[in-house]
Every structure is written in C-alpha cells, then in structure tokens.
C-alpha cells in the first residue's frame, strides 16, 4: 500500500466519524473505506492508541481527546477567539464560574473557546465538543436570533433526550425560543446534562448574530433565583465581545 494510500484512508475515516452522530463500528469503517475488517480494525486500533479516536463499550469509534486538542489548537487562530478572550476572561472572574463561546454549525453548537472559573467543581473542557442545540442555552440563543431556516430545521425534529429535563416537544421549544428573544437571554437547567446549569446571550457584529456566549456550573451554584443577574452579565459580554470584534471603541 503506497503511503498517499494510508494518509488517504486515516481522512477518510476522521471525516466520517465527525459526520457521524453515534460514531462508527470497525464493519461501518470498513464497508464505507471499500476494505477488509481486519484492515479497518488496525487502521481504528492505531489511531486509538495515538488518542486520536476513542471506543466506547458498545465498539463504536468516536473522535478522540488528542484529536479536539489539535482542533483547539486550529480554533485559537480565529478572529473571533482571540478578540473575545478578553471578555470571556471578565465574565468569568465577575461571577466565579466557567465561561464559554461558541459558534452554531447546522443543528449543532460547537465550542471554540473557554475560560475555567475558580470553583473546585467546575464543567470539563469543552473546547472543540459538540451538542444539540435545542438542549444548551448557547443553542437556543442562536437558534432565537439566528436564521428562520435554522431554528425550522431544529424544530422539524426530532428532539433528542439528552438529561431529566431535555424539552423534546417542538411547540414548547418554539414558545421558550420566543421567550428567549423578549427577555435577551436562555437558560438551560439540566437540560444537556442532569446538574449542569448555563446561561447564555448573543453575540451580534454589526448586526449580525456570530455566536454565544455562556456561563455555566452546578445547579447548586447556579439557581434559578441568580439567573436574572447572570443573564445581564452575560448579555453585557456578549455586547463587548460584538464592539471589540466590530472595533468599536469600548463605552
């Protein structure tokens, strides 16, 4: 096998399994690389051993922690990092906890940068991980200001479950968007994961919606008696973040 060969198959296979929802098995590798199983396993086996892939215990391979560093790495470059780290830095130390931006992708909210807050319990590092976008506060901000097209195709279904409190009905999910857009906004209280509360807003350049911005911690820290000062707070960041970025001079 020529060399070209293998770095062919080793992109092939990253593509797939960041297309891929529910990651992969060696049998779903191999039929879509046109190979044996056998070649499929090594290819999966080597990638894995370098933290490039993970399997879980069902035999389904996903995208690996070695695999979101190198995105992280990739994600440090863009002009809306960089220009929000600032910001993203304050509303952390206003309010203790970890703070996150992100950008929405078809269905999905990605997130491209983070700043942990001080606490002894704070969330993991979700640089470069993916969620629904219907079950994150980032989400529903930008599913509320973003595109109709959008938030109809999320509305469309179906809304998977993903913690206790997940809104999977669609016309719920439609009256909370609206919500969202009167008060600046959303909220997210066990909802992508049990225990995990967020609050996020919208960041606008000139006008137009470019992402979200969150903070996130334990329900204990995060009632829901605070979520109207976190959701100024947070409003304010986002409002800094889309002057920086537009350069405007800060007011």
Not at 39 to 49: D, E, F, N, V, W
Not at 112 to 141: E, F, L, M, Y
Not at 182 to 194: N, P
């Amino acid at each position: 096998m020529r060399a070209t060969d293998g770095v062919d198959r080793v992109v092939t296979v990253l593509e797939l399994l960041a297309e891929s929802g529910e990651g992969l098995r060696v049998a779903d590798v191999a039929t879509e690389l046109g190979v044996h199983k056998a070649t499929a396993s090594r290819l999966l086996a080597t990638l894995g051993a370098r933290g490039l892939l993970d399997r879980d215990q069902t035999g389904r391979y996903r995208l690996g922690p070695a695999f979101l560093r190198f995105a992280a790495v990739a994600l440090t470059g863009l002009e809306m990092v960089s220009q929000a780290r600032p910001d993203l830095e304050t509303l952390s130390a206003r309010t203790g906890e970890t703070v996150n931006l992100a950008i929405l992708d078809g269905t999905e909210v990605v997130y491209v940068d983070q700043v942990t807050g001080d606490h002894a319990i704070v969330a993991g590092n979700w640089v470069g991980r993916r969620s629904p976008a219907h079950c994150s506060s980032s989400g529903k901000v930008m599913l509320a200001f973003g595109h109709e097209a959008a938030r109809e195709r999320v509305l469309r279904g179906p809304l998977e479950r993903r913690a206790g409190h997940t809104v999977t009905d669609p016309d719920r999910l439609r009256a909370l968007l609206d919500e969202v857009r009167r008060r600046g906004y959303a909220r997210s209280a066990s909802e992508l994961e049990d225990g995990l509360h967020t609050v996020a807003a919208p960041v606008f350049v000139a006008g137009d919606l470019v992402g979200a911005v969150s903070v996130s911690g334990p329900s204990f820290r995060l009632p829901a008696r605070d979520v109207p000062q976190l959701g100024r707070l947070t409003i304010d960041a986002g409002v800094a973040i889309g002057r920086r970025m537009a350069g405007e001079t800060a007011r």
